[in-house]
């Protein structure tokens, strides 16, 4: 056609946004778009990143504020070495796991449900957010009357049922307390996957199933060959943000068992929120708080590794 | 909206600035009326705060140069936002601080002594020594008392009477021999309730049954006795887990419940026996809150064995801030609100008594025939009451800044204990060398 | 959504499959309810029968007292949890807000940072991104207090606007990432077809890539809505006045020592979650409406 707004190549070094085409090379033109967000968070939290960080390499006790040595990774080791640390850990692993696992199962398969069109799904489209608006400390305190052991809910349906005899304590055996944490979190974090998913779910094009239609196969081959790649990036992303919350379970735990029966709920996040708070401990607190940073951000990179490589449509 | 918050602060702050500037600062200044008024801020934690209110604005009543700003804080996350406030510099002049962080504080350089303030001593000679003990930390004092109580063991006495048990129980073996003849009668299954979920006074039962028992935990120089020095605490936690397991009469599910919790559980109609703090007394014979109002009497703390002592007691105290402007105006507003008003009354500590049976400091407060007309509608026998608070003690590591610490692993240790997932001396044990590593650590 | 010859095909298929499909929603509303449910009874139940054995599950004196309290509350339920209840609807506004500014900022700023790193090539493409996750990967605990500082020196306390910033620098890295994902799953091609038409690119931006990434932006937009809607421990330490102080900080501020009035709690509760259930039933759709037409098969 041959108008002037058809050339093909551009002087690298013009970015300016009223250009009729965008640059696909431009580091300027990139460095413009990321300017706002890297300056949001830069200034807010680029020197509590920072201070934390030195902090944790330093001997820093509130409760002798002149004291302020450099150790390096004396803190990081004496973690390391710690009983509670690696009871902590074991704990974490476990909560984070069962979290993560039922929320990507109950997520897919109810993203998969209302991806569906039948009588009724609107509604259900809507409802299923509702978990999600609760925010986790209003979460703690409804599954604590829940679960309560003298006048829960729980306890009322299931002797209502007819399926236990008496009410028991639900958080005061270790094995109960955290299976109970487990799932009073799953179910506040099931939403956030199945939107995320069923957003991704949408996104799939009709013609991919017409196609593999005329191909013949059911739809669990469907599924298998066109749904779970499609949804290779989107689960990587809920796996991501499901661990670094699961890891990260304050709100609820606080409410619910504060750490215990016992060290039964203490997860490496209520053991910083402990050392930093209430031992005042600030050196010993950011290494735990960057000792979970580093687990996460392996955990992170695995994922990536496993996932990022499936499912990429324009590189 | 943003900047006029910001621009609040710092314009009060200048206030106070400005009028310690102009020479307002000490007493007998002439022409004192004249000047600007002060402006205190104060700050604790979100406990019923209107009665907070209402005293402030009384105290400005009296001190008409005197402005004091209260801000409720969070009631669950004080400790963190004070920690917060400090760090900043934003700490108010004076504020609530618990024993339990007094020491921890103290180190940290945030708050300042009172020794030598005007009519300090004569204040401190009508108080509890339990109370006195909390407020000082290594020979000094830091602050009046906002509140003090004991920890007290309360029963059922219609259940009691309806097991025809006659005699109450005084020590922790007659204790178990009641509760059986309860269990028996078919009134309760576990008829000691007990919470033991970690929480600020999980572990002021195990203290009072200690002390009740005449045993100790630290010595004087806070190395712990225990387990092998001193056995009682041994023996008790094993009276605790054999309550649990052996003769079932203390309630595993108060491994779930904290204190709050459980005095609603016993407030609704559960359990027979139980320990809480001692503003519960009040309110478990008041029919607004309780169920089983008029039937809760108090008993003697049990311990091994009856040797006329009694259980543990803590304090809550006005701290003033270490860098604070306007020293000599928060002095008088916690002379004020932990001790005495302008007609030499103990107004505020009668106020918190009489609205919420929080507990009083001052012994001659016993006297006050209000005070002794509230206590008998609460149902308490007069002699036990006064036995227990004049024997009660303090923590014996309570200003330790470590204590906090301390006190947390303990009580999963004990919870350890009753879980069975270890054996009392090896809790004890644990506990034990906490101790000495904190105290090693400094 | 799944194309015209998914649903003639439904329409053969047995009413077992629409049955089938019902259940399992019922099954999910049910999972979804049912927690709910004994809270917003809770709510409407007087303190004395609230929590009773055995539980009432058809309450069988039902009252409005405790939503009125937080318009007039009257005598003791005015003070429970330091006034919570007479601040319980201004919080609400604040939530609002605050939670409103952080999404309709991230959508914007989000967006634009997700485009760059979908569709434009540059060096340190890769890091970039890894920066942002990794600012997320430090715990709140450990940040707090500097945070607290930082806030402090800018003038910020108890203010909205640091609620605002902050929430923003919480949820930015994932709505950069999940904008960055959408992009890329967009054919490059829509955008060469409208340059070709003749668009500037911030035109082809608004009437060609939003509609179509709407679903990834509507995601991302809610997905910081909530997250902002629902912090706690921020929250506490960086209000103190009804100035901004948020719904989560007055809700759990109902649990005081001695007060424990459950049902004003499950009250606010219930209040908590209407709004982003509200701002849910609005978009739902937008997220159905799925793809345009012209833009797959062209």
Known sequence: ?315 | ?442 | MRGQLANRERSFTSTRRTLLLMCSGALVVLYVLAPFCWLVLTSFMHERDAFTVPPQWIPTDITLENYIAFLNSTGTRAVVGSRAAEQTLPSMVNSLVVAGATAMINVVIGALAGYSLARIRFPGRSSLLLLYIGSRMVPGIALIVPLYLTVKTYGLLDSRSALVSTYLTFTLPFSIWLMKNYFQSIPRDIEEAAFVDGCTWPQMLARILVPVAAPGLIAAGMFAFMTAWSDYLFAVILTSTIASKTLPVVVAGFATDVTTERTLMAAGGVLAVIPPLVLAFMFQKLIVRGLSSGAVTG
């Open chain 2, 1 to 442: 909206m943003t900047w006029n918050n910001g621009s609040i602060s710092r314009r009060s702050f200048l206030y106070g600035a400005a009028s310690a500037g102009i020479g307002f600062a000490g007493p007998g200044l002439v022409g004192r009326a004249e000047a600007q008024q002060s402006t205190v801020s104060f700050a604790g934690w979100a406990f019923e705060p209107q009665v907070v209110e209402a005293n402030v604005k009384r105290f400005m009543e009296q001190n008409k140069d005197l402005n004091v700003k209260y801000t409720p804080l969070d009631l669950q996350l004080y400790n963190e936002k004070m920690v917060a406030l400090f760090n900043a510099g934003t700490e108010p002049d004076c504020f609530y601080v618990r024993d339990t962080n007094l020491g921890a504080w103290v180190e940290a350089g945030w708050v300042q002594p009172i020794d030598g303030l005007a009519k300090l001593d004569e204040l401190n000679k009508d108080i509890f020594p339990f109370n006195l003990d909390a407020m000082s930390y290594q020979g000094k004092q830091y602050g009046t008392p906002y509140y003090g109580d004991i920890y007290i063991y309360m029963y059922d006495k219609k259940a009691l009477e309806k097991a025809n048990v006659s005699k109450v129980p005084v020590t922790l073996d007659e204790l178990r021999v009641a509760a059986l003849e309860v269990k028996k009668a078919g009134i309760a299954k576990h008829p000691i309730l007990k919470g033991f979920k970690t929480n600020v006074d999980g572990l002021s039962e195990f203290w009072s049954m200690v002390f009740a028992s005449g045993g100790s935990l630290f010595n004087q120089a806070n190395d712990p006795v225990f387990p092998n020095e001193d056995k009682t605490a041994l023996a008790v936690l094993e009276w605790l887990v054999d309550a649990m397991h052996t003769w079932e009469i203390l309630d595993p599910t108060g491994l779930e419940l904290d204190e709050t919790q459980a005095r609603d559980v016993f407030l609704s109609g559960q359990g027979v026996f139980t320990s809480n703090v001692g503003n519960v007394m009040p309110r478990a014979n008041n029919p607004q809150h309780s169920k089983r109002a008029g039937d809760i009497r108090m008993m003697k703390f049990p311990g091994l064995k009856d040797v006329g002592r009694g259980p543990m007691g803590w304090s809550r105290l006005y701290c003033i801030g270490s860098r604070t402007k306007v020293k000599d105006a928060a002095w008088r507003l916690i002379y004020y609100m932990g001790g005495k008003d302008a007609e030499d009354k103990y107004y505020t500590a009668k106020d918190w008594y009489l609205k919420y049976g929080v507990g009083y400091a001052f012994k001659s407060m016993d006297k006050d025939p209000d005070i002794i007309a509230a206590q008998q509608q609460a149902g308490y026998d007069p002699d036990i009451r006064a036995q227990q608070y004049s024997t009660a003690k303090a923590r014996e590591n309570i200003n330790a800044p470590w204590y906090n610490d301390w006190d947390r692993f303990t009580q999963a240790q004990i919870q350890n204990a009753l879980l069975r997932r270890a054996k009392p001396l090896e809790a004890l044990q644990a506990s034990a060398k906490k101790a000495q590593d904190l105290k090693k650590a400094g």
């Open chain 1, 1 to 315: 056609m041959g108008s002037a707004k058809e050339q093909i190549s551009i002087p690298l070094r013009r970015t300016r946004l009223s250009r009729a085409r965008v640059n696909y090379e431009s580091s300027r033109f990139a460095f413009i778009l990321n300017a706002p967000a890297l300056i949001v968070i830069i200034v807010l939290v680029g020197y509590p990143i920072a201070y934390s960080a030195w902090v944790s390499l330093h001997k820093y006790s509130l409760k002798r504020p002149r004291v302020f040595d450099f150790v390096g990774l004396t803190n990081y080791l004496t973690i390391l070495q710690s009983d509670e640390f690696w009871s902590a850990l074991w704990i974490t692993v476990v909560f984070t796991t069962l979290v993560v696992t039922l929320v990507s199962a109950i997520g897919l398969l109810t993203a998969l449900l209302l991806n569906e069109e039948f009588p009724g799904s609107g509604v259900v489209r809507t409802l299923i957010l509702l978990p999600w608006a609760i925010p986790p400390v209003v979460n703690g305190l409804m599954w604590q009357w829940i679960y309560d052991s003298k006048v829960g809910a729980l306890n009322g349906l299931l002797v209502g049922l007819g399926l236990i005899n008496e009410y028991r304590g639900w958080l005061s055996s270790p094995t109960s307390a955290l299976l109970a944490l487990v799932w009073a979190d799953v179910w506040n974090m099931v939403p956030l996957a199945v939107i995320l998913l069923l957003a991704a779910l949408q996104r799939i094009p009709a013609e991919l199933y017409d196609a593999a239609r005329v191909d013949g196969g059911g739809a669990l081959e469907h599924f298998r060959h066109i749904t779970l790649p499609w949804l290779a990036q989107p689960l990587l992303i809920v796996l991501i943000l499901q661990t670094m919350s699961a890891v990260r379970a304050f709100d609820i735990i606080y409410v619910l068992t504060a750490g215990g029966p016992g060290t039964a709920t203490t997860t490496l996040s209520w053991k910083t929120y402990l050392t930093t708070f209430d031992s005042l401990d600030f050196g010993m607190g950011n290494a735990y708080a960057y000792t979970i940073s580093l687990i996460t951000f392996a955990l992170a990179l695995v994922y990536f590794r496993v996932l990022y490589r499936k499912g990429e449509f324009e590189a």
